[in-house]
T-cell receptor
Framework: DQQVKQNSPSLSVQEGRISILNCDYT??????FLWYKKYPAEGPTFLIS?????DKNEDGRFTVFLNKSAKHLSLHIVPSQPGDSAVYFC???????????FGKGTRLSVIA | KAGVTQTPRYLIKTRGQQVTLSCSPI?????VSWYQQTPGQGLQFLFE???????NKGNFPGRFSGRQFSNSRSEMNVSTLELGDSALYLC???????????????FGPGTRLTVL
């Protein structure tokens, strides 16, 4: 039973355009969400997070949107750059001492 | 500040053997979590250690175990290796642990384990 789902295994976007990566979750008790980026042969790198008390969080080119009623979050990258090509993981957790629950990732390819 | 380090980076073992992987967290971080990444299952939580105590455990068999030392360094051990244990094993550290609403987990580069 997958609690965090990333339904698009891959996404291709042209350089300079917007990349939108989507994530759905099933457990309404999740209240903290994170996005990680992973290059081959490296561990995941933290990108951006959002608490359930917010619906948007922005950091430079990266913005995460949270729609609690739809149990959906998305990561927007504007403008997309070739160096953004990587696998992006969405993760969720409950407040307090619990582990991260990850989606299976979306491979983003930014084409020059 | 140095990041999370894991040793070894690559390991090849045969079925039935055991293996020990090591993780050194970011200085000052007290929580260490372990995850297994496979192509089919994605990243799955193994266990978390905080102040030398296992605080959380994922849904893995007892062949998977771990420990944490007083300097927060952690090891995980897999006994009686099976072919399905081939995976990337990732360690993550955070100041207090939990990963949600409290602080963020930072990952090491992982140990690639191949079981033949």
């Amino acid at each position: 039973d997958q609690q965090v789902k990333q339904n698009s295994p891959s996404l291709s976007v042209q350089e300079g355009r917007i990349s939108i990566l989507n994530c759905d979750y099933t457990n309404s008790m999740f209240d903290y969400f994170l996005w990680y980026k992973k290059y081959p042969a490296e561990g995941p790198t933290f990108l951006i997070s959002i608490s359930s008390i917010k619906d948007k969080n922005e950091d430079g080119r990266f913005t995460v949107f949270l729609n609690k009623s739809a149990k959906h979050l998305s990561l927007h990258i504007v403008p997309s750059q070739p160096g953004d090509s990587a696998v992006y993981f969405c993760a969720a957790s409950f407040s307090g001492n619990t582990p991260l629950v990850f989606g299976k990732g979306t491979r983003l390819s930014v084409i020059a | 500040k140095a990041g999370v380090t894991q040793t070894p980076r690559y390991l090849i073992k045969t079925r039935g053997q055991q293996v020990t992987l090591s993780c050194s967290p970011i200085s000052g971080h007290r929580s260490v979590s372990w995850y297994q990444q496979t192509p089919g299952q994605g990243l799955q939580f193994l266990f978390e250690y905080f102040s030398e105590t296992q605080r959380n455990k994922g849904n893995f068999p007892g062949r998977f175990s771990g420990r944490q030392f007083s300097n927060s360094r952690s090891e995980m051990n897999v006994s009686t290796l099976e072919l399905g244990d081939s995976a990337l094993y990732l360690c993550a550290s955070s100041p207090q642990g939990g990963g949600g609403g409290v602080d963020t987990q930072y990952f090491g580069p992982g140990t690639r384990l191949t079981v033949l």
